[in-house]
């Protein structure tokens, strides 16, 4: 954790698929904080133009259906092919940073918290940004879980559920690394608890820092 003495805490929040990122981001949304997504972010670029155009000419007209961006094709073609996933994360993930730091720089709605925003990152870990941070939260839980979870909530298929998390570092690793560690492998009573502590922390971290 490094420490800002002039800016809100950013605080990322990270986790495997299934992990429940988002179930925390939105507990934080709903605490009055502001909060982004760098999946957010990635969904908006995906609509643009220029990237439909840039992605069409790196991975062809197959990934086009209706003139947009047929997710569900790309995904297919990236997570059966390592230089193919790196190509389209290297294309993307600047761009995802620079329109995600962009939005974070810009946000001033005063009837938000100012002691700290929070940002959604899956893959913190993986690429290395969690020095742009000065907390980084994972949210952890089994494999079980994981795996129920996504599931119950959308059509991915479980072959690719474990393709994702075999391209993921291991969460054993993402926990040496995070400075926070939430359990959400319960029910919300428990997460929301851990989130309560936490938000507190948080608080008092940015009263002392201020």
Same mark, same amino acid.
């Given at each position: 954790m490094k420490k800002n003495n002039e800016k809100p805490l950013l605080i990322s929040i990270t986790g495997d698929i299934g992990s429940g990122k988002s179930a925390v981001a939105l507990y934080y949304q709903r605490n009055n904080?502001?909060?982004?997504?760098?999946?957010?972010v990635n969904h908006e670029?995906?609509? &643009?133009?220029e990237v439909i155009s840039d992605l069409t000419q790196i991975f062809?007209?197959?990934?086009i259906t209706d003139g947009e961006i047929n997710r569900v094709v790309l995904r297919n073609i990236v997570f059966n092919d390592n230089?193919?996933?790196n190509a389209l994360n290297n294309y993307l993930h600047p761009k995802i940073l620079e329109k995600l730091f962009s939005e974070i720089e810009s946000c001033d709605d005063p009837n938000k918290k100012r002691t700290a925003i929070f940002v959604e990152v899956p893959l913190l870990f993986?690429?290395?940004?969690?020095? &742009?941070?000065d907390m980084n939260i994972l949210v952890a839980a089994s494999d079980k879980v994981k795996k129920e979870r996504i599931g119950n909530r959308s059509n991915i298929p479980p072959v690719f559920v474990d393709i994702m998390l075999k391209h993921q570092m291991s969460q054993d690793m993402k926990m040496q690394k995070a400075d926070i560690v939430i359990d959400n492998d319960n029910n919300e009573r428990h997460l929301f608890s851990q989130l309560h502590v936490l938000q507190q922390m948080i608080e008092f971290i940015a009263?002392?820092?201020g």
């Open positions: 904080y502001h909060v982004f997504s760098a999946d957010k670029l995906l609509d &643009k133009e062809g007209e197959s990934i230089e193919r996933l993986e690429n290395r940004l969690e020095t &742009k941070f009263r002392k820092m």
